[in-house]
């Protein structure tokens, strides 16, 4: 779907929000149906997952939901659009969704060539191998020859090849069409071993069985920059989701959390919002309904895969700067 942006300066009675000097078609269209439609995975445990009470979890999902608090002033004013990694960059191309939040890694093919922008990166992750432990391989040598399990429409296969290629050594990749298809093949020894980001891995090892029967080996395969992108003909909407992000890493650095703004605690951060958010055409309190009923990055990360999750994935890269990590956000004013 191809729209187009026009050059106007306006307020949204509704929101307050003044929309700028470049309003955004899709925004439009977010606000006329009152709900944000994104795309997400079938089912990845930490990343976007229905749990047993039929909730939508994940970093994936409060992503998204943050979005949706800073642009309609509900989180909960979203509309999942469950996709398998073959259906993710075609269904953001033909306007079916709005924003896909669906673990996908950022490449150049993907922006060059399926008619997306990526924003930035929500986990920084890469590919690594789940085997069971009674089969004692404890390295990815001892994999060749055997046949691996991946997800269709990912970087797997081509990981892989290129990671035994130099060695001499061979896998063969069986492809997927969904985690729990992969993981069903996996359970029964239809494959040796399972690939994919370390991350969904950890997931899925808590979904089969006992998870001390598995183990996830020491070695990485690729770099996965995982992040939700928008199609690339709507430069306002990209602007407007990659600010809502960065307001959320701000919040975290500044030690705003979902409590701090229900009890009122003075930020400086939201002292500034309103005229922040203007020109981006986001309400007068993105930044306050974004924590506020999302939480900053931290406590999305943490609730998800950190200790709170029960997975227990350390911050790693994911961290702020401030400690080490990769996760930063600019300058907002």
Request: one cysteine or more.
């Amino acid at each position: 779907m191809t729209t187009d942006t026009t050059t106007d300066t306006t307020t949204d009675t509704s929101t307050g929000a003044t929309t700028g000097s470049t309003a955004s078609p899709t925004l439009a269209a977010v606000r006329a149906r009152g709900r944000l439609r994104v795309g997400v995975s079938t089912g990845i445990k930490g990343l976007s997952w229905t749990d047993e009470q039929g909730v939508r979890r994940g970093l994936d999902v409060d992503t998204a939901r943050a979005v949706a608090a800073a642009v309609l002033g509900d989180a909960d004013a979203v509309d999942y659009v469950e996709l398998t990694p073959e259906q993710r960059m075609p269904s953001l191309a033909d306007g079916s969704i709005d924003l896909l939040s669906c673990n996908a890694t950022w490449t150049l093919t993907r922006e060059c060539g399926a008619g997306a922008v990526f924003l930035p990166t929500t986990a920084y992750d890469g590919g690594a191998f789940m085997v069971k432990k009674s089969t004692g391989i404890t390295e990815a040598a001892q994999l060749a020859g055997r046949k691996l399990a991946v997800l269709g429409g990912t970087s797997s296969a081509a990981s892989l090849d290129a990671y035994y290629g130099p060695q001499g050594l061979e896998v063969t990749a069986v492809p997927f069409d969904t985690p729990a298809e992969a993981l069903a093949a996996y359970a029964d020894d239809s494959v040796d071993g399972y690939v994919c980001d370390r991350i969904v891995l950890a997931g899925e090892r808590t979904r089969i069985g006992d998870p001390d029967d598995h183990v996830i080996l020491e070695e990485t395969i690729s770099n996965e920059p995982m992040g939700p992108a928008v199609r690339d003909d709507d430069p306002a909407w990209l602007r407007i989701n990659r600010w809502v992000f960065f307001a959320l890493v701000a919040a975290e650095a500044e030690g705003l959390t979902a409590a701090g703004v229900a009890a009122g605690t003075p930020s400086a951060l939201l002292d500034r919002q309103a005229g922040l958010g203007a020109a981006a055409g986001l309400p007068a309190t993105w930044i306050q309904d974004a924590v506020g009923q999302v939480g900053n990055y931290g406590e999305i990360y943490d609730r998800n895969l950190g200790d709170a999750s029960g997975l227990g994935i350390p911050r790693g890269l994911n961290d702020l700067w401030l400690r080490g990590g990769l996760i930063y956000a600019p300058p907002l004013a």
